[in-house]
Each structure stands twice: as C-alpha cells, then as structure tokens.
C-alpha cells in the first residue's frame, strides 16, 4: 500500500510560514490528484488545497492567495507553502492521494491518507 510520509508542521507566530511536506512512498504520478485537508477541533475535515496530475489546483477560500500547493514528481512529494499565517489554520493537516480504481467494473476513488501533522498557530 502507499504511505504518505508527512513532515513540517509546528508551531509559528500568527503572519508567519511553514511549509508541509508529503512524501510518497511510489510515484505521485499514479495518482489522479494529490491534496491537504485540515481539520480543527470540534470541526469537520475540510479541503485546503489539491493539484492534480494535469497540475490543475484548487483551494478553499480561506487560504486562497495565502497558501500554495506544489507537487514535485521527482522527489515524489507534494508541498503546501504556508504563509500569512492566522490563527484560524491551527489545525491537524493531511496528506492525501487520491488514485482512479476499478472494482466490479466501476471507476473508483480511492483515498490515501497521511498521519497528519499538527499546525499550531499563536495569536
């Protein structure tokens, strides 16, 4: 199976950065899109940002021009650079890859999750 190996999360002073780092244990090319989801506590888990193997990216209003996801084939590993910071992002964040399966001949999706990586952010 695949493992998403994530790293970078911490603590960091409301305006600052941070960038998370989801490192795959195949080729992120096997999958149609790779993305982040954060979930904070007492809320449900929520998208932030996705890229697609075409490169095509999406994200959530609340990030959108804070935060950029990146996917680097090579290094099999997607990043979400993190900047202007609020204390509103403090949450748990994952890693997924999403991959296209057929099972009893229907396409699929099936999900990929990393641990999650605490972001704490100060205010």
């Known amino acids: 199976q695949v493992q998403l190996v994530e790293s970078g999360g911490g603590l960091v002073q409301a305006g600052g950065s941070l960038r998370l780092s989801c490192a795959a244990s195949?080729?992120?090319?096997?999958?149609?899109?790779m993305g982040w989801y954060r979930q904070a506590p007492g809320k449900q888990r929520e998208l932030v940002a996705t890229?697609?193997?075409?490169?095509?990216?999406n994200y959530a209003d609340s990030v959108k021009g804070r935060f950029t996801i990146a996917r680097v084939v090579a290094e099999n590993t997607v990043y979400l650079q993190m900047n202007s910071l609020k204390a509103e992002d403090t949450a748990v964040y994952y890693c997924?890859?999403?991959?296209?399966?057929?099972?009893?001949?229907?396409?699929?999706?099936?999900?990929?999750w990393g641990q999650g990586t605490q972001v704490t952010v100060s205010s």
């Open positions: 195949a080729s992120i090319s096997n999958f149609n899109a």
């Open positions: 997924n890859a999403r991959a296209r399966v057929i099972r009893n001949w229907n396409l699929q999706h099936l999900d990929y």
């Open positions: 890229v697609t193997t075409e490169g095509s990216t």
